[in-house]
Antibody, heavy 122, light 108 residues
Framework: QVQLQESGPGLVKPSQTLSLTCTVSGGSISSGDYYWSWIRQPPGKGLEWIGYIYYSGSTYYNPSLKSRVTISVDTSKNQFSLKLSSVTAADTAVYYC??????????????WGQGTLVTVSS | QSVLTQPPSVSGAPGQRVTISCTGSSSNIGAGYDVHWYQQLPGTAPKLLIYGNSNRPSGVPDRFSGSKSGTSASLAITGLQAEDEADYYCQSYDSSVVFGGGTKLTVL
């Protein structure tokens, strides 16, 4: 059973870069069986997909966030990471990492991390 | 403003049937993209409930069903139980992954 765990600072200052890592256990990122995504949820609000990465390093980002987002993968550590630059209070959210099967269709998120709250505040 | 529109809330008594709608457009659901549904219990991560419009993952009770027609989709829950009280989200694709705004289900 694949498990995902987010980690990273819970507090980031405005204008700085938010950095999170997702560690995958119970399966290998290098298997190519899954695409790996970041999804966020502002307090009391809905879900917003940020982007995904494949083990090869290929990425696809939400156009609304593309200019500020970088997702990378470290197959040796079985981890993938998110960097979101120039953050504001609007980026305060619970950030989830999630896995979607490499099925050739649009993403279906069947594995989720527990989520980590990141607050943007000075 | 979500690309997919869901009612903010629905409610029903135990044992009743409720439906949650997800309305899109010709660029997402109407373009043939599948709809998936997630259940988010309070304080937890979302859980995949329905995929590919009407398919249930292993372990999801058959009280939950999904359908799609035209530019809309629906999630139906029959035999409502107290443990079904949660937020429900639909998801599809429109140049990128898009979610509905979510619907809070209250079991009266």
């Amino acid at each position: 059973q694949v498990q995902l765990q987010e980690s990273g600072p819970g507090l980031v200052k405005p204008s700085q870069t938010l950095s999170l890592t997702c560690t995958v256990s119970g399966g290998s990122i290098s298997s190519g069986d899954y695409y790996w995504s970041w999804i966020r949820q502002p307090p009391g609000k809905g879900l917003e997909w940020i982007g995904y990465i494949y083990y090869s390093g290929s990425t696809y980002y939400n156009p609304s966030l593309k200019s500020r987002v970088t997702i990378s993968v470290d197959t040796s550590k079985n981890q993938f990471s998110l960097k979101l630059s120039s953050v504001t209070a609007a980026d305060t959210a619970v950030y989830y990492c999630a896995g979607s099967p490499n099925s050739g269709y649009d993403p279906i998120f069947d594995y989720w991390g527990q989520g980590t709250l990141v607050t943007v505040s000075s | 403003q979500s690309v997919l529109t869901q009612p903010p809330s629905v409610s029903g008594a135990p044992g009743q049937r409720v439906t949650i709608s997800c309305t899109g457009s010709s660029s997402n659901i109407g373009a043939g993209y599948d709809v998936h549904w997630y259940q988010q219990l309070p304080g937890t991560a979302p859980k995949l409930l329905i995929y590919g419009n009407s398919n249930r993952p292993s372990g999801v009770p058959d009280r939950f069903s999904g359908s799609k027609s035209g530019t809309s989709a629906s999630l139906a829950i029959t035999g409502l139980q107290a443990e079904d009280e949660a937020d429900y989200y639909c998801q599809s694709y429109d140049s990128s992954v898009v979610f509905g705004g979510g619907t809070k289900l209250t079991v009266l």
